[in-house]
């Protein structure tokens, strides 16, 4: 059974937290999956998370240095496609105007979603990397995401890895 919050506790909790940040002389936010669950985008470890639809190991380096071809339809299938047309919600919305506002110095995100930025976050640090670069893992040339030059898999302008 569910216990009743007191909104007095609420209302006292957020007050806080608003008192904290805008006397703070550096906020940062974490993000991960959740926050961009509203956005459409499934978590990790949810019941219709991404871990319940797809075998780990798709996403393993050491796997993914044998089998490129095969990880690249997984990856692109389960990522690259749904990001595409994702959009920011409101919490993002949020933390993009706190920036604006001076009051978020930047975001550290385990997202590769992109919604940060799209938001108008400019000082994002994203942890897992993201869904507009590609890094080469022999020579780490880096190269914008762009399938239709690219192919699929995508390989490396500079020395044709995958």
């Known amino acids: 059974m569910a216990m009743a919050v007191d909104p007095s506790v609420i209302r006292k909790s957020v007050e806080k937290a608003v008192r904290l940040i805008k006397t703070s002389r550096k906020t940062i936010a974490f993000t991960g999956a959740g926050v961009s669950v509203e956005s459409g985008i499934p978590d990790f470890r949810g019941p219709n998370g991404i871990w319940s639809r797809i075998d780990t190991k798709y996403l393993e380096i050491d796997y993914f240095m044998r089998h490129g071809k095969e990880c690249w339809s997984v990856i692109h299938k389960m990522f690259f496609n749904p990001l595409?047309?994702?959009?920011?919600?409101?919490?993002?919305?949020?933390?993009?105007?706190?920036?604006?506002?001076n009051l978020l110095s930047g975001i550290i995100t385990q997202n590769i979603d992109n919604l940060h930025h799209k938001a108008g976050n400019t000082n994002v640090v994203?942890?897992?990397?993201?869904?507009?670069?590609?890094?080469?893992?022999?020579?780490?040339?880096?190269?914008?995401?762009?399938?239709?030059?690219?192919?699929?898999?995508?390989?490396?302008?500079?020395?044709?890895?995958?």
């Open 84 to 101: 595409s047309n994702a959009r920011p919600n409101p919490a993002h919305h949020v933390l993009a105007w706190m920036e604006h506002q």
């Open 126 to 162: 994203e942890f897992h990397g993201n869904t507009r670069i590609l890094v080469c893992p022999r020579c780490e040339h880096q190269t914008p995401a762009d399938f239709d030059k690219l192919g699929l898999p995508p390989r490396c302008p500079q020395c044709n890895t995958i």
